[in-house]
Protein backbone atom coordinates (compact mmCIF):
# COMPACT_ATOMS: atom_id res chain seq x y z
CA UNK A 1 0.00 0.00 0.00
CA UNK A 2 2.98 2.45 0.75
CA UNK A 3 4.54 1.56 -2.43
CA UNK A 4 1.20 1.96 -4.30
CA UNK A 5 1.34 5.81 -2.28
CA UNK A 6 4.66 6.58 -3.22
CA UNK A 7 4.24 5.42 -6.39
CA UNK A 8 0.89 7.87 -6.77
CA UNK A 9 3.64 10.73 -5.24
CA UNK A 10 6.11 10.42 -7.82
CA UNK A 11 3.52 10.27 -11.03
CA UNK A 12 2.03 13.66 -9.51
CA UNK A 13 5.54 15.16 -9.29
CA UNK A 14 6.57 14.17 -12.46
CA UNK A 15 2.78 15.59 -13.99
CA UNK A 16 4.11 18.54 -12.33
CA UNK A 17 7.14 18.89 -13.72
CA UNK A 18 6.07 18.35 -16.82
CA UNK A 19 3.11 20.99 -16.85
CA UNK A 20 5.73 23.45 -15.33
CA UNK A 21 8.22 22.79 -18.44
CA UNK A 22 4.83 23.27 -20.99
CA UNK A 23 3.78 26.42 -18.61
CA UNK A 24 7.35 27.89 -19.30
CA UNK A 25 7.56 26.99 -22.90
CA UNK A 26 3.97 29.02 -23.22
CA UNK A 27 5.46 31.69 -21.58
CA UNK A 28 8.59 32.55 -23.20
CA UNK A 29 5.86 32.18 -26.58
CA UNK A 30 3.77 34.93 -25.30
CA UNK A 31 6.81 37.59 -24.10
CA UNK A 32 8.20 36.82 -27.72
CA UNK A 33 5.17 37.70 -29.11
CA UNK A 34 3.94 40.55 -26.50
CA UNK A 35 7.13 42.36 -25.04
CA UNK A 36 7.65 44.39 -28.50
CA UNK A 37 4.53 46.06 -27.28
CA UNK A 38 5.15 46.16 -23.46
CA UNK A 39 7.98 48.13 -24.67
CA UNK A 40 6.43 50.69 -26.92
CA UNK A 41 3.54 51.43 -24.12
CA UNK A 42 6.35 52.53 -21.99
CA UNK A 43 8.39 54.30 -24.70
CA UNK A 44 5.69 56.31 -25.74
CA UNK A 45 4.29 57.24 -22.51
CA UNK A 46 7.61 59.57 -22.24
CA UNK A 47 8.63 59.74 -26.29
CA UNK A 48 6.73 61.88 -28.80
CA UNK A 49 6.50 58.93 -31.29
CA UNK A 50 3.66 56.95 -32.80
CA UNK A 51 3.84 53.62 -31.01
CA UNK A 52 3.12 51.46 -34.55
CA UNK A 53 6.96 53.24 -35.45
CA UNK A 54 8.35 50.58 -32.73
CA UNK A 55 6.30 48.09 -32.43
CA UNK A 56 6.62 45.29 -35.49
CA UNK A 57 3.55 44.36 -37.77
CA UNK A 58 1.42 41.41 -36.84
CA UNK A 59 1.78 38.29 -38.75
CA UNK A 60 -1.42 38.82 -40.75
CA UNK A 61 -0.53 42.56 -41.68
CA UNK A 62 -0.80 43.08 -45.38
CA UNK A 63 0.72 46.82 -44.84
CA UNK A 64 4.35 47.33 -44.62
CA UNK A 65 5.36 49.71 -42.20
CA UNK A 66 7.74 52.30 -42.55
CA UNK A 67 9.75 51.40 -39.08
CA UNK A 68 11.55 53.84 -36.68
CA UNK A 69 13.83 50.83 -35.81
CA UNK A 70 13.80 47.07 -35.51
CA UNK A 71 13.73 44.46 -33.06
CA UNK A 72 14.75 41.15 -32.17
CA UNK A 73 13.63 38.70 -29.62
CA UNK A 74 15.66 35.86 -28.73
CA UNK A 75 16.34 32.53 -26.27
CA UNK A 76 14.33 29.06 -25.73
CA UNK A 77 13.77 29.79 -21.87
CA UNK A 78 13.06 32.88 -19.50
CA UNK A 79 16.26 33.18 -18.42
CA UNK A 80 17.98 33.32 -21.91
CA UNK A 81 15.06 35.93 -23.79
CA UNK A 82 17.18 38.80 -25.32
CA UNK A 83 15.24 41.98 -26.72
CA UNK A 84 17.15 43.46 -29.23
CA UNK A 85 16.76 46.89 -30.58
CA UNK A 86 18.54 48.48 -33.74
CA UNK A 87 18.19 52.31 -35.65
CA UNK A 88 19.85 54.63 -36.66
CA UNK A 89 19.08 58.51 -35.46
CA UNK A 90 16.05 60.00 -36.26
CA UNK A 91 14.94 63.77 -37.59
CA UNK A 92 12.77 65.66 -36.27
CA UNK A 93 10.06 64.85 -38.60
CA UNK A 94 9.22 61.46 -36.16
CA UNK A 95 8.43 63.88 -33.05
CA UNK A 96 5.94 66.55 -34.41
CA UNK A 97 8.01 68.92 -36.66
CA UNK A 98 6.51 71.75 -37.46
CA UNK A 99 6.18 73.19 -39.98
CA UNK A 100 6.78 69.82 -42.04
CA UNK A 101 7.41 71.93 -45.44
CA UNK A 102 9.28 75.31 -45.59
CA UNK A 103 6.19 78.24 -46.58
CA UNK A 104 7.54 79.81 -49.79
CA UNK A 105 9.39 83.08 -50.16
CA UNK A 106 8.16 83.33 -45.85
CA UNK A 107 10.14 83.23 -42.58
CA UNK A 108 9.46 80.52 -40.24
CA UNK A 109 10.10 79.16 -36.99
CA UNK A 110 11.31 75.24 -36.17
CA UNK A 111 9.82 73.70 -33.89
CA UNK A 112 9.83 69.68 -32.72
CA UNK A 113 8.70 67.73 -29.39
CA UNK A 114 10.65 64.59 -28.69
CA UNK A 115 9.76 64.33 -24.79
CA UNK A 116 6.32 64.95 -24.28
CA UNK A 117 5.48 68.53 -23.10
CA UNK A 118 8.64 69.41 -24.07
CA UNK A 119 8.42 71.55 -27.78
CA UNK A 120 11.61 73.07 -28.80
CA UNK A 121 13.08 75.43 -31.03
CA UNK A 122 15.41 74.06 -33.59
CA UNK A 123 16.17 76.20 -36.20
CA UNK A 124 14.63 79.32 -37.62
CA UNK A 125 14.70 80.95 -41.09
CA UNK A 126 14.70 84.38 -42.28
CA UNK A 127 13.61 85.66 -45.65
CA UNK A 128 16.10 87.83 -46.48
CA UNK A 129 17.94 86.35 -49.52
CA UNK A 130 17.74 88.04 -52.73
CA UNK A 131 17.71 86.03 -56.20
CA UNK A 132 21.01 84.79 -57.28
CA UNK A 133 22.67 86.00 -53.80
CA UNK A 134 25.56 84.31 -52.10
CA UNK A 135 25.18 81.56 -49.45
CA UNK A 136 25.32 82.94 -45.82
CA UNK A 137 28.74 81.13 -44.22
CA UNK A 138 26.44 79.02 -41.34
CA UNK A 139 22.81 79.09 -41.18
CA UNK A 140 20.11 77.89 -38.51
CA UNK A 141 18.85 74.18 -39.30
CA UNK A 142 16.46 75.11 -41.39
CA UNK A 143 14.42 72.95 -44.32
CA UNK A 144 16.00 70.93 -47.29
CA UNK A 145 14.03 69.38 -49.93
CA UNK A 146 14.34 65.33 -50.14
CA UNK A 147 13.30 64.65 -53.34
CA UNK A 148 10.84 62.47 -52.02
CA UNK A 149 7.60 63.28 -53.86
CA UNK A 150 5.70 60.13 -52.80
CA UNK A 151 2.48 60.35 -51.07
CA UNK A 152 3.39 59.99 -47.21
CA UNK A 153 6.80 60.53 -48.14
CA UNK A 154 9.38 62.76 -46.19
CA UNK A 155 9.47 65.88 -48.63
CA UNK A 156 11.75 68.06 -46.23
CA UNK A 157 14.42 67.48 -43.17
CA UNK A 158 16.16 70.08 -41.07
CA UNK A 159 19.74 71.07 -42.19
CA UNK A 160 22.56 73.20 -41.12
CA UNK A 161 24.72 75.11 -43.48
CA UNK A 162 28.39 74.76 -42.25
CA UNK A 163 30.13 77.26 -45.36
CA UNK A 164 29.24 78.87 -48.53
CA UNK A 165 29.41 75.67 -50.19
CA UNK A 166 26.49 74.28 -51.16
CA UNK A 167 27.18 70.83 -50.11
CA UNK A 168 28.88 71.43 -47.36
CA UNK A 169 25.35 70.78 -45.04
CA UNK A 170 25.13 69.07 -41.87
CA UNK A 171 21.42 66.71 -41.28
CA UNK A 172 20.16 67.60 -37.81
CA UNK A 173 19.37 64.36 -36.13
CA UNK A 174 17.66 63.78 -32.67
CA UNK A 175 17.49 60.51 -30.77
CA UNK A 176 17.30 56.03 -32.03
CA UNK A 177 14.84 53.82 -30.98
CA UNK A 178 17.43 51.95 -28.68
CA UNK A 179 18.66 55.27 -27.23
CA UNK A 180 14.78 55.87 -26.00
CA UNK A 181 14.31 52.34 -25.19
CA UNK A 182 17.72 52.68 -22.63
CA UNK A 183 17.28 55.78 -21.42
CA UNK A 184 17.18 56.85 -17.95
CA UNK A 185 13.18 58.44 -18.49
CA UNK A 186 11.99 55.02 -19.54
CA UNK A 187 14.46 51.96 -18.55
CA UNK A 188 13.66 51.14 -15.27
CA UNK A 189 10.30 51.40 -15.87
CA UNK A 190 10.66 49.32 -18.89
CA UNK A 191 12.55 46.48 -16.97
CA UNK A 192 9.85 46.71 -13.94
CA UNK A 193 7.37 45.79 -16.88
CA UNK A 194 8.88 43.62 -18.44
CA UNK A 195 9.25 41.61 -15.42
CA UNK A 196 5.88 41.68 -13.95
CA UNK A 197 4.33 40.98 -17.29
CA UNK A 198 6.48 37.90 -18.03
CA UNK A 199 5.47 36.92 -14.14
CA UNK A 200 1.86 37.29 -14.86
CA UNK A 201 1.93 35.01 -18.01
CA UNK A 202 3.77 32.31 -15.96
CA UNK A 203 1.05 32.46 -13.73
CA UNK A 204 -1.35 32.29 -16.29
CA UNK A 205 -0.02 29.73 -18.10
CA UNK A 206 1.01 27.46 -15.05
CA UNK A 207 -2.63 27.70 -13.85
CA UNK A 208 -3.80 26.65 -17.38
CA UNK A 209 -1.35 23.79 -17.47
CA UNK A 210 -2.79 22.44 -13.76
CA UNK A 211 -6.02 22.95 -14.59
CA UNK A 212 -6.86 25.42 -12.33
Do not use: C
Amino acid sequence: MQVENFQKLMDTVAQIDEQGRKAVKATVRDVKARAPSWIAQEVTSVYNIKKGEITPSGKNSSKPKKMAGSVNVSGETIEELTITYSGRMLTPVRFGMTPKTAPPGKSYTLRMQVVKGQKKVIGRYLNTRTPGGPYSERSHNILMGTGNTKAGGVSAIPFQRMSRTRTDIKKFTTISVPSMITSERTNEKIMTRLQEETAKRLQHNLDRALGK
